[in-house]
Structure formats: C-alpha cells, structure tokens
C-alpha cells in the first residue's frame, strides 16, 4: 500500500515516547495522581470523617462502656449517612491503597502508561498555559 502525502511517514508520537525526557514526565505525571489520589482521601477523612463520627457519639461512648458487635452493627444501622460517609472513606482509602500496590508489585499496566503517555504529549503540545506544565515538564 502506497503511502500518502497527508500521512506523516513516522507518528510524532513514537518520537516524543522515544526519548528520556519524556519517560521522566509520565513518571512525574504518575506520581501527580498518587498525590492527587492520597490527597482527596485524606480530604475525606480530614471533612466527611468527623462528621460522621460526630453523629454517632452516643453510640461510641457505649461502645466503650460495653462493647459488642451487635452494638456496633445497631448503631450502624440506626445511623445510615453515617455509615454511607464512613464506608466512603473507608472504601476510596481501600481503593487507592490497592491501586497503589498493584502499581508497585506488578507496575503499571499497559493501558494507563498509553493514557499517561497521551496526557504528557497534550500538556506538552499546549505548553506553559496547561496547570501541570510546571510540575511536569519543568
């Protein structure tokens, strides 16, 4: 198949992922989304959290007086947006705790390092007007 004049004979994108600079801002953008993660967490647990326990104070002071799993499942129970914004928490630090070791133990896999790789080459085509510019391609 004869190749065409509009088709550009090597993808300007294989070139960018060739070199060094470009692996080390997809490892920075990486890193960017940890911290983005592990800081909406602890947003969560620094709002939501508190307030949730706050609204089963009185069934944490029995708690502590005379403990048992049934008292813990009916204070529950009796307390659903309290238990919903607990389970939230509970849920999203789960989450980014197992995202985070599957990273680590089996790397990232193929489809999010293309994704990383394409969001490198956009905040690179828009330059220093994009957010990230600065902690990525500095």
């Known amino acids: 198949m004869a190749q065409s004049d509009e088709e550009?004979?090597?993808?300007?994108?294989?070139l960018e992922n060739s070199d060094q600079s470009f692996a080390q801002q997809v490892q920075r953008l990486h890193q960017l989304t940890i911290y983005g993660r592990w800081l909406f967490v602890g947003c969560l647990?620094?709002?939501?959290?508190?307030?949730?326990?706050?609204?089963?104070?009185?069934?944490?002071?029995?708690?502590?007086?005379?403990?048992?799993w049934v008292a813990v499942r009916y204070g529950l129970v009796f307390h659903p947006l309290a238990t919903l914004g607990l389970a939230f928490c509970i849920g999203m630090t789960l989450a980014v705790l197992i995202?985070?070791?599957?990273?680590?133990?089996?790397?990232?896999?193929?489809?999010?390092?293309?994704?990383?790789?394409?969001?490198?080459?956009?905040?690179?085509?828009?330059g220093p007007s994009h957010p990230l510019w600065k902690w990525v391609c500095h």
């Open 8 to 14: 550009p004979p090597i993808n300007q994108l294989d």
């Open 45 to 68: 647990w620094v709002t939501i959290a508190p307030l949730c326990l706050w609204e089963i104070r009185t069934e944490i002071a029995l708690w502590q007086q005379y403990f048992t």
């Open 99 to 126: 995202w985070q070791s599957r990273n680590i133990l089996q790397g990232l896999p193929k489809q999010e390092k293309q994704r990383l790789e394409q969001q490198v080459y956009r905040i690179r085509q828009q």
